[in-house]
């Protein structure tokens, strides 16, 4: 069997990953997307959270499975005998960095980064700036799944609430 990973924070998942898992769903027999949950950032949803949103908008991939990671993702992949590692690249911006990442990856494991371009129309997209437009009132409606779209809204809302009180 062919299987990859989608390795990702995914804080929230955005449309830009749900067309990169899909398109490696379709050149793979199983994707796993692995969310990663070392707590090195700060997130606005937990870990179980952003593994939900992404169940949920990958519900009609039957080939693709969620999992959280911590540690090495090499070491994940060894473990669950996985040999490619999928990334979305949106622009040249991108490249250095995962090139980087790819070849220390392939140095410490026997696993190749397959690069995915991310189609055009959401090569501007990154979580980040998804919840600072939200964050400051801007409409993010087609950038994420409506579900997300309302979650993100709502937990913004909240942290906005524990601030004043
Ligand atoms: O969505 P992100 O923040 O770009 O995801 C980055 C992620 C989780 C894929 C990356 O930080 C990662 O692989 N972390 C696991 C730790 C690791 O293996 N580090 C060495 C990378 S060369």
């Known amino acids: 069997m062919r299987r990859a990973v989608c390795p990702g924070s995914f ?4 449309n830009g990953h749900l067309d990169v898992i899909s398109r490696a ?7 796993i997307v692995a969310v990663g949950v070392n ?12 593994m939900d949103m992404i169940s949920e908008a990958c519900r009609d991939l039957t080939n693709v499975k969620v999992d959280g990671f911590t540690g090495l993702l090499t070491s994940y992949c060894q473990e669950r005998d996985v ?12 490249f250095e960095y995962e090139l980087q990442m ?16 991310t189609s055009p129309e959401y090569s501007f ?9 939200a ?3 801007g409409d993010v ?5 409506d579900f997300v779209r309302e979650r993100l809204v709502a937990r913004l809302e909240e942290r906005r609430r524990a601030g004043e009180g």
């Open 11 to 14: 804080d929230p998942v955005t």
């Open 25 to 31: 769903a379709d050149l793979f027999d199983e994707v």
């Open 39 to 50: 707590a090195s950032k700060n997130r606005l949803f937990t870990p179980q959270e952003r």
């Open 83 to 94: 040999r490619a590692i999928v990334k979305g690249l949106r622009a040249v911006s991108d």
């Open 102 to 117: 790819a070849q220390m990856n392939s140095s410490l494991a026997e696993v190749e980064t397959v690069f995915v371009p």
């Open 125 to 133: 997209l990154a979580s980040s700036l998804v919840k600072e437009v």
């Open 135 to 137: 964050m400051f009132g």
């Open 141 to 145: 409606s087609g950038l994420v799944p």
